[in-house]
């Protein structure tokens, strides 16, 4: 059984730019959590989508948003970059709402010049 | 505030030693879930045991346990018989707002563990 994938797992943008990242669940999971990982820090809370609807957002400003698809895949969307939203953006599934452990996947490092 | 406090940056132990991971929490939920995850250099985040607020027995997974002390809100991480392989981040997590508007998984800090032949 297929885990987690997220693409691109790395990309370099500059300043201003807009990025799109990608999340596949695993197979049979509905919910899909984004967190945002700093060098060297914790995770940081940003969305989570649950069957479509965004159940709940992080302290983050509104240039980061995303989207859930039909089948469950996520997109996660930073505009406008600033040096600090480098990271790795990691995305995690779960079976769905009532369900706690979340399966991560690789990540996305993304660095902002 | 801290939702979630993990108050050792980092840890060494000797390997075939026993290691205690700290973690309190912070929440006024009846119901909640509590996590640990480990990390290592490679970068994924792997599950490791859980720990339901109503469960009235420890959690346990092969070496790792979890000290769950609802009163003090606390939620430590045991792993007996240490290995070289456990060097790695360790995050403790939770789940608080079930079903609610502010229903999310929260991270602490995180842990680094060395383990030292």
């Known amino acids: 059984e297929a885990g987690v994938t997220q693409s691109p797992t790395h990309l370099i943008k500059t300043r201003g730019q807009q990025v799109t990242l990608r999340c596949s669940p695993i197979s049979g999971h509905t919910s899909v959590y984004w967190y945002q990982q700093a060098l060297g820090l914790g995770l940081q809370f940003l969305l989570w989508y649950d069957e479509g609807e965004e159940r709940n957002r992080g302290n983050f400003p509104p240039r980061f948003s995303g989207r859930q698809f039909p089948n469950y895949s996520s997109e996660l969307n930073v505009n406008a970059l600033e040096l600090e939203d480098s990271a790795l953006y990691l995305c995690?599934?779960?079976?769905?709402?009532?369900?706690?452990?979340?399966?991560f996947g690789e990540g996305s490092r993304l660095t902002v010049l | 505030a801290q939702k979630i406090t993990q108050t050792q940056p980092g840890m060494f132990v000797q390997e075939k030693e026993a290691v205690t991971l700290d973690c309190t929490y912070d929440?006024?939920?009846?119901?909640?879930?509590l996590f640990w995850y480990k990390q290592p250099s490679s970068g994924e985040m792997i599950f490791l045991i859980y720990q339901g607020s109503y469960d009235q027995q420890n959690a346990t997974e092969g070496r790792y346990s979890l000290n769950f002390q609802k009163a003090r809100k606390s939620a430590n991480l045991v792993i007996s018989a240490s290995q070289l392989g456990d060097s790695a981040m360790y995050f403790c997590a939770m789940r608080e707002g079930w079903g609610t508007s502010y229903d999310k998984v929260i991270f602490g800090p995180g842990t680094s563990l060395s383990v030292i032949p």
């Open positions: 995690a599934s779960s079976l769905g709402e009532n369900t706690g452990e979340l399966f």
């Open positions: 929440t006024s939920d009846p119901s909640y879930g």
